[in-house]
């Protein structure tokens, strides 16, 4: 019986059918077509040039294997791209196969030079027609270590920032991951942790950018048949900052295309800065291939300054600003903006201009006027602390017994409601919530959080309990 292109394939198909998911193979090798056998290299058909990144991104290996067993060591395989003729045909097992002892073989696929690739590489970043070579690192200068103040709530974070702009890519910390509620400071720490590295290493090409302005350049980069030159542009960055990742949530086309990004660099012993508004335990829709990466290195939480903190902040605001203010006004915004960093320099900004506009003198009569209009006007953040009051009063018992360990039933549920309460108002991680809930774990506030979902759609007094305390906490 002679060998065809067809019989070779075929017994490809079926060992390959023993090693992989029945769906998987359904969908990425039956639509595959023998089309010819030259020697020891068979050309295949595939149905695009997604399809082709995608065979050769997961499954480059038992390609290779199966092909090995039927042709040889010298076997090759040969794309042929339905409708992508002017692509030519990709020879994938030219290049380098990673050896079987390595456990993903993804992100060392993707650097597979395509034969239409231009020498010069597209840059996302470059507006059309204005040419610029130059990698821009899009920091901003003014965010530093100097005037990022460090207290009990940021002291991790900060220091971790320091140790990987000491040396980029050769700590323990890679991926950083800085997490906290809004106006915290993450962004500010992102953009400190960058311009430090660029004065410190200035042969270094660093890169900030949104997840949101990521995923735009991805999107884009699919429209315009550019998906493999945004691959190898983001792979030669040496740090890399990506700010907001919870953006990524629900996109599994850009989670796909930062997971093999993300692989290249770390293996290549670059440096990943991320910040997001949640620790990787409670992000909802990323992939858990991600999440297992995030947790790799260090993931640090932000959390809201004390007042000490949030006094020297307003100091260093001041004296940045050239502008000296009363120690007894200084103290009493500290102590009534209390949310985050951003308010509190939102609000001394605001005096100062009520100041200078009205050429009134910066008084306490002054201060509690613009404080009482600032927290008026500024959406208010519900605190754990809050929840816990509101739920207590609720439910006529003060907050030790609602912390207590007792087992009772109504006690128990009262607790539920504010772990579930805290996990739907706040940007705090499970850790957090259940530490300031009576010192319990993250598992034990996961649990409360279903129990109460289950609880509001079979209990009908159960469930008046959550319509009540919500509405008490939306006023």
Same mark, same amino acid.
């Given at each position: 019986?002679?060998?065809?292109?067809?019989?070779?394939?075929?017994?490809?198909? /079926?060992?390959?059918?023993?090693?992989?998911?029945?769906?998987?193979?359904?969908?990425?090798?039956?639509?595959?077509?023998?089309?010819?056998? +030259?020697?020891?290299?068979?050309?295949?058909?595939?149905?695009?040039? !997604?399809?082709?990144?995608?065979?050769?991104?997961?499954? %480059?290996?038992?390609?290779?294997?199966?092909?090995?067993? /039927?042709?040889?060591?010298?076997?090759?395989?040969?794309?042929?791209?339905?409708?992508?003729?002017?692509?030519?045909?990709?020879?994938?097992?030219? /290049?380098?196969?990673?050896?079987?002892?390595? +456990?993903?073989?993804?992100?060392?696929?993707?650097? *597979?030079?395509?034969?239409?690739?231009?020498?010069?590489?597209?840059?996302?970043? %470059?507006?059309?027609?204005?040419?610029?070579?130059?990698? $821009?690192?899009?920091?901003?200068?003014?965010?530093?270590?100097?005037?990022?103040? /460090?207290?009990?709530?940021?002291?991790?974070?900060?220091?971790?920032?320091?140790?990987?702009?000491?040396?980029?890519?050769?700590?323990?910390?890679?991926?950083?991951?800085?997490?906290?509620?809004?106006?915290?400071?993450?962004?500010?720490?992102?953009?400190?942790?960058?311009?430090?590295?660029?004065?410190?290493?200035?042969?270094?090409?660093?890169?900030?950018?949104?997840?949101?302005?990521?995923?735009?350049?991805?999107?884009?980069?699919?429209?315009?048949?550019?998906?493999?030159?945004?691959?190898?542009?983001?792979?030669?960055?040496?740090?890399?900052? *990506?700010?907001?990742?919870?953006?990524?949530?629900?996109?599994?086309?850009?989670?796909?295309?930062?997971?093999?990004? !993300?692989?290249?660099?770390?293996?290549?012993? @670059?440096?990943?800065?991320?910040?997001?508004?949640?620790?990787?335990?409670?992000?909802?829709?990323?992939?858990?291939?991600?999440?297992?990466?995030?947790?790799?290195?260090?993931?640090?939480?932000?959390?809201?300054?004390?007042?000490? +903190?949030?006094?020297? *902040?307003? @100091?260093?605001?001041?004296?940045?600003?050239?502008?000296?203010?009363?120690?007894? *006004?200084?103290?009493?915004?500290?102590?009534? &903006?209390?949310?985050?960093?951003?308010?509190?320099?939102?609000?001394?900004?605001?005096?100062?201009?009520?100041?200078?506009?009205?050429?009134?003198?910066?008084?306490?009569?002054?201060?509690? &006027?613009?404080?009482?209009?600032?927290?008026?006007?500024?959406?208010? $953040?519900?605190?754990?602390?809050?929840?816990?009051? %509101?739920?207590?009063?609720?439910?006529?018992?003060?907050?030790?017994?609602?912390?207590?360990?007792?087992?009772?039933?109504?006690?128990?549920?009262?607790?539920?409601?504010?772990?579930?309460?805290? @996990?739907?108002? +706040?940007?705090?991680?499970?850790?957090?919530?259940?530490?300031?809930?009576?010192?319990?774990?993250?598992?034990?506030?996961?649990?409360?959080?279903?129990?109460?979902?289950?609880?509001?759609?079979?209990?009908?007094?159960?469930?008046?309990?959550?319509?009540?305390?919500?509405?008490?906490?939306?006023?």
């Amino acid at each position: 019986m002679s060998i065809t292109a067809q019989s070779v394939w075929d017994n490809c198909l /079926e060992f390959i059918k023993d090693n992989i998911q029945p769906q998987a193979y359904k969908t990425w090798f039956e639509p595959i077509k023998a089309v010819k056998l +030259t020697d020891n290299a068979l050309s295949v058909q595939v149905p695009s040039k !997604f399809f082709y990144e995608w065979l050769e991104e997961h499954y %480059v290996k038992i390609l290779k294997v199966s092909l090995t067993k /039927e042709l040889g060591e010298k076997a090759k395989l040969v794309y042929i791209i339905k409708m992508e003729n002017t692509y030519g045909n990709k020879q994938p097992f030219t /290049e380098k196969i990673p050896s079987s002892n390595r +456990t993903s073989v993804k992100s060392q696929d993707v650097d *597979i030079p395509l034969n239409n690739k231009s020498p010069e590489l597209r840059n996302p970043f %470059v507006i059309p027609g204005i040419r610029n070579v130059k990698i $821009e690192s899009q920091l901003n200068p003014n965010y530093s270590f100097e005037n990022f103040l /460090e207290g009990d709530s940021n002291r991790l974070a900060r220091s971790a920032g320091l140790a990987v702009s000491a040396k980029p890519g050769g700590t323990s910390f890679n991926p950083l991951l800085v997490f906290g509620g809004v106006g915290l400071g993450k962004t500010h720490l992102a953009h400190a942790i960058g311009v430090d590295i660029k004065d410190k290493y200035p042969e270094k090409t660093v890169l900030y950018i949104s997840a949101e302005k990521f995923t735009q350049q991805y999107i884009d980069a699919v429209k315009k048949n550019n998906r493999n030159d945004f691959i190898h542009f983001y792979q030669i960055i040496d740090v890399l900052i *990506i700010d907001d990742v919870q953006f990524f949530s629900g996109k599994t086309g850009t989670q796909d295309v930062f997971f093999h990004i !993300f692989n290249h660099l770390h293996q290549n012993g @670059k440096q990943v800065i991320l910040t997001s508004d949640k620790a990787p335990v409670d992000m909802q829709d990323i992939e858990q291939r991600l999440l297992s990466r995030f947790k790799w290195g260090l993931s640090a939480e932000l959390q809201t300054p004390d007042f000490e +903190t949030r006094v020297s *902040i307003l @100091k260093n605001k001041l004296y940045r600003d050239g502008v000296e203010m009363p120690e007894e *006004i200084v103290e009493y915004v500290a102590k009534n &903006i209390k949310t985050n960093v951003r308010e509190l320099e939102g609000a001394i900004i605001s005096l100062i201009a009520q100041s200078s506009f009205n050429k009134k003198e910066i008084t306490i009569d002054l201060a509690r &006027i613009i404080v009482e209009k600032f927290v008026k006007n500024t959406k208010r $953040e519900v605190s754990i602390d809050y929840i816990q009051k %509101v739920v207590s009063d609720y439910f006529q018992m003060d907050i030790d017994t609602l912390q207590s360990k007792t087992r009772k039933r109504h006690i128990v549920q009262a607790r539920q409601l504010a772990m579930f309460f805290a @996990k739907k108002f +706040t940007k705090a991680s499970l850790a957090s919530i259940g530490s300031q809930i009576g010192k319990r774990d993250h598992a034990t506030v996961l649990h409360a959080c279903k129990t109460v979902d289950n609880l509001s759609s079979t209990d009908k007094q159960f469930r008046k309990y959550v319509e009540d305390i919500t509405k008490k906490l939306s006023v």
